[in-house]
Every structure is written in structure tokens, then in C-alpha cells.
Antibody, heavy 120, light 107 residues
């Protein structure tokens, strides 16, 4: 059973950088794809992007200019950095594993989520 | 971006009812469609992937169908634990867009 756990500050000031880390256990970040998804309060999920085990990335175009997703295989972790945040970035942030299944890449394991609030 | 439109946005049904949720894509996504169930305060849980394949451990009363632009999630006999919000997600393109959700209440 793969377990994912998000960690990072729950409060970020406007214009600063949001940084989160996802620690994976029961699986290896040297396989599959690892993604970030966020969900603003009361709204549906929004896909942020993923990193492949090789290090290649795919970002939501609407966030691409502010976004970096990276991988640390030595710690079995992957991370998210989102710069120049505004109140619109307030959301529960989830990390998840995407695994190749029948040609698709569903998110089959998720972290519990962490609420990040952007406020001064 | 591909737009995913779910209907209805909410429904209330009785235990034992057959429930159908639809998801329409703004362009063909072939069979690259997943369904998730989310309960309040929890992460989404994968139910169906590749339009019709049941995720391991998910009860067989859940089923999915469709291809191209029109997809359906069916709960054959609604159970009390099936309350929550259901989301479709396409994985054909970037970004992997989610539908706006269908909230299911069990009467």
C-alpha cells in the first residue's frame, strides 16, 4: 500500500512562494508519475502538474510560469514550489501517484491533503 | 483546455435506487476518463479508470461506460455509504481537467 503525506506551511503571505513536500512510503518515486492537485474551498479539483520518475515534468499551462515540481529520489519525496501567490491560490493541496493503467494514468493513491491559505 | 461537464450537479436518491451520472467532454478524449468519489474532508478516491475498468477494491455496483465525448457512471443499487461528490477527470490532454462534480445524497 502506497502512502503519501504532504508537509509545508499552512499560511503563506501574498507575493511569496508556496512550498510543499510529499513524502512517499510503501512505493518508490523512481517509478510512475507523481502529481499535485489542488482544491479551492467548496470547488472541484484542479490539476497542477506531474513529474515523471525520469525527472520530466508536465505543468498546467495556467500555472506554468510560477510552478516548479521536483523529485528527490534519495529521500523518496517530490516537491511543489509556486511563486508570487495570491488569494486565488488558497486551496487544499494534494499529492498523488499516477500509475499507467490501460493506457490511462489515474491517480490511484492520494495524500490526505494540506490546506494552504494565502493571507497577510 | 478540454472542458468536462457533469450532470446533474446534485441528486438525492433512495437506498437501492439505480443512479446515473454523466460526464461530457468538449472534444473527444477517446477512453481516457476516470471517476472519483470524494467524501467531506477526504481526498478523492479512484473508482473507475479508462472509462470502464473498476479499480481494485471498489464494489461491483459501480460501473462506467462511454468513449469519445460522452461517459456515464452508474451505481446499480445505491448504498448509504455512497454519499459524497463524484468527479470525472480526463487524462487525454494537459491539464488533466476535472468535472465540476455531482453531489449525491442518500435519502
Amino acid at each position: 500500500q502506497v502512502h503519501l503525506q504532504e508537509s509545508g506551511p499552512g499560511l503563506v503571505k501574498p507575493s511569496e512562494t508556496l512550498s510543499l513536500t510529499c513524502t512517499v512510503s510503501g512505493g518508490s518515486v523512481s517509478h510512475d508519475r507523481w502529481s499535485w492537485i489542488r482544491q479551492p474551498p467548496g470547488k472541484g479539483p484542479e490539476y497542477i502538474g506531474y513529474i515523471y520518475y525520469s525527472g520530466s515534468t508536465n505543468y498546467n499551462p495556467s500555472l506554468q510560469s510560477r510552478l516548479t515540481i521536483s523529485l528527490d529520489t534519495s529521500k523518496n519525496q517530490f516537491s511543489l514550489k509556486l511563486t508570487s501567490v495570491t488569494a486565488a491560490d488558497t486551496a487544499v493541496y494534494y499529492c498523488a501517484r499516477e500509475t499507467y493503467s490501460s493506457g490511462s494514468y489515474p491517480c490511484d493513491f492520494w495524500g490526505q491533503g494540506t490546506l494552504v491559505t494565502v493571507s497577510s | 483546455d478540454i472542458q468536462m461537464t457533469q450532470s446533474p450537479s446534485s441528486l438525492s436518491a433512495s437506498v437501492g435506487d439505480r443512479v446515473t451520472i454523466t460526464c461530457r467532454a468538449s472534444q473527444s478524449i477517446r477512453g481516457y476518463l476516470n471517476w472519483y468519489q470524494q467524501k467531506p474532508g477526504k481526498a478523492p478516491n479512484l473508482l473507475i479508470y479508462a472509462a470502464s475498468t473498476l479499480q481494485s477494491g471498489v464494489p461491483s455496483r459501480f460501473s462506467g461506460s462511454g468513449s469519445g465525448t460522452d461517459f456515464t457512471l452508474t451505481i446499480s443499487s445505491l448504498q448509504p455509504e455512497d454519499f459524497g461528490t463524484y468527479y470525472c477527470q480526463e487524462t487525454y490532454s494537459s491539464p488533466r481537467t476535472f468535472g465540476q462534480g455531482t453531489k449525491v445524497d442518500v435519502k
